[in-house]
């Protein structure tokens, strides 16, 4: 069972204050769950973001207790790496409910063995519905029948585990074979933009590691 010690939080009180004293000014909410404002002590809820992530379910402990949360977003500065804040979403035990968790490829496609195409890996990650127990960690993709150009895997080919649903469009291409002109081709068709100091759903465990405790 992964823990988080929760604070309640005086809405008072500054969120520079608040990280000053080593704390993430934080929000619960969920269906039938009124919206509270919290804090977490930022190198406890490092520890546990590396073993729950945005896909686990989390339980708290401290001021607000027994409830079930996950990490719904978090607003990372992405040069220094600080926590600005982090929303949960509150989860009920038996009641479904939609979440984003990660995409695994597994296998080895012939493809890219016998230097075919390049593996083009588009779609990293799926939203799901299902109940808090039957959360996967990930959702496994095989690749080995990835043989030639063109070759591909959309969301529709993937099977899903009883209970659980996929939300996003299945049309969705998740992996497909490339060749090596149409990635110089994609590559040379992406704008480059000055990176955004505060942003949602923007952070990377490397972020992360840089201002453990």
């Not at 039957?134 to 959702?139: M, R, S």
Request: overall charge negative; proline content about 3%.
């Amino acid at each position: 069972m992964i823990e988080l010690k929760v604070l309640k939080r005086d809405t008072k009180d500054s969120n520079d204050y608040l990280r000053s004293h080593g704390l993430i000014p934080a929000v619960m909410y969920g269906p039938g769950f009124d919206n509270i404002s919290i804090s977490v002590n930022d190198g406890e809820f490092r520890k546990v973001y590396r073993e729950a992530g945005t896909s686990n379910v989390i339980h708290t402990i401290g001021d607000i207790k027994g409830e079930m949360i996950i990490v719904q977003d978090m607003d990372v500065h992405v040069v220094s790496g600080d926590i600005l804040s982090i929303d949960f979403k509150v989860v009920n035990k038996g009641e479904t409910t939609e979440i984003t968790v990660p995409i695994k490829l597994v296998g080895e496609s012939l493809a890219v063995k016998n230097n075919i195409g390049l593996l083009n890996f588009s779609h990293e990650e799926v939203v799901i519905e299902t109940i808090p127990s039957k959360i996967p960690d990930h959702i496994e993709v095989d690749i080995s029948e990835l043989n030639g150009l063109g070759d591909n895997i959309k969301l529709s080919d993937i099977k899903f585990q009883e209970g659980v649903k996929c939300i996003d469009d299945i049309e969705i291409t998740v992996v497909s074979i490339i060749s090596p002109q149409e990635e110089k081709t994609e590559d040379d068709n992406i704008d480059i933009e000055p990176e955004l100091v505060n942003q949602k759903g923007g952070e990377k465990e490397d972020s992360l590691d840089k201002k453990d405790e």
